[in-house]
């Protein structure tokens, strides 16, 4: 196959998971429910927290960063932090308990009722993602992932899922870059 006929079915692919996003009532009613549980939290001086790994780390750090630091208004910034980003506290946790506690771990320490924890996982079954929300449903925060077509183990631990419809990887992530956006715009236009 031709590479322009290769980047050009990739694109379409990309398309068709957001349509079928588009077509998903449930899904885009979660965003609305998400964003208002944002905007009480951060109204309450709460703190969303983010958790992934690999691609799903970066996004978790890019939505944290568009929350924190501005999207398209300028304003105060809101109290969200990606739980990846402390290299020493990461690989000290991971060396000396196991890589399977490293966010739970941060979660019990800094997470508190009302608080509200992001658990971003394409299979929906890592298990330091599962075990962070675990943690933060003991402790009464607010748990939202955001995963693949299945949902995986995170379906069941989650008060909110956003679920995309695929099974591809980087269709996938790009969706949750994209519904992190929206929720990023939204919690903005509702806040200021």
Do not use: W
Not at 20 to 49: H, Q, R, S, W, Y
Not at 58 to 70: F, W
Not at 72 to 96: G, I, Q, W
Not at 133 to 139: C, D, H, I, M
């Amino acid at each position: 196959m031709p590479m322009k006929a290769i980047i050009e079915n990739i694109i379409l692919s990309s398309i068709d998971v957001k349509q079928k996003l588009l077509a998903e009532p449930f899904v885009l009613n979660t965003i609305e429910n998400i964003v208002d549980e944002l905007v009480e939290c951060f109204k309450n001086g709460g703190k969303v927290l983010f958790c992934g790994n690999g691609g799903s780390a970066a996004d978790a750090q890019h939505i944290a960063a568009e929350l924190s630091g501005r999207f398209y208004t300028d304003r105060p910034p809101l109290y969200a932090e990606a739980l990846h980003v402390n290299t020493s506290y990461l690989t000290a946790v991971a060396n000396d308990y196991s890589y399977d506690i490293v966010y739970s771990r941060m979660v019990e320490g800094c997470g508190k009722k009302g608080d509200i924890l992001f658990g971003i996982s394409t299979s929906g079954n890592s298990k330091n993602v599962i075990n962070a929300l675990n943690v933060a449903n003991e402790k009464g925060m607010i748990t939202i992932g955001m995963t693949g077509d299945s949902g995986g183990k995170m379906k069941t631990i989650c008060k909110y899922l956003l679920n995309v419809p695929s099974n591809d990887t980087p269709r996938i992530q790009e969706s949750h870059i994209l519904l992190g956006h929206i929720i990023c715009q939204l919690v903005e236009e509702k806040m200021f």
